[in-house]
Nanobody, 116 residues
Framework: QVHLVESGGGLVQAGGSLRLSCAVS????????MGWYRQAPGKQFELVAAIPSGGSTYYADSVKGRFTISRDNAKNTVYLQMNSLKSNDTAVYYC??????????WGQGTQVTVSS
């Protein structure tokens, strides 16, 4: 079992930045990828960024060039640096861990609100 706790959400003006953090604990050795999803009102649940244990990072087209996913293995933490934020980035952001073929461990979510 993997336990995930997000932090770093909040209210920011358009054009601003936020950094989300996801503290990971539990069966960390079972994880083969970490991701950030988001859920905005009336929109589909969306994979925003992912970082596998090996291989290239993934970004949704809507955030390429603005968001960066990274991890600090020493701190067992995954980050999502969000720059040039737009109003349509407003959503609840969830950290997720993949131990098999799908993301099967989730954090509680953190609200990001971008004011225009």
């Amino acid at each position: 079992q993997v336990h995930l706790v997000e932090s770093g959400g909040g209210l920011v003006q358009a054009g601003g930045s936020l950094r989300l953090s996801c503290a990971v604990s539990g069966s960390i050795s079972s994880i083969n990828a970490m991701g950030w999803y988001r859920q905005a009102p009336g929109k589909q649940f969306e994979l925003v960024a992912a970082i596998p244990s090996g291989g290239s990072t993934y970004y949704a087209d809507s955030v390429k060039g603005r968001f960066t996913i990274s991890r600090d293995n020493a701190k067992n933490t995954v980050y999502l640096q969000m720059n040039s934020l737009k109003s349509n980035d407003t959503a609840v952001y969830y950290c997720a861990a993949k131990s098999g073929i799908r993301y099967d461990n989730w954090g509680q979510g953190t609200q990001v609100t971008v004011s225009s």
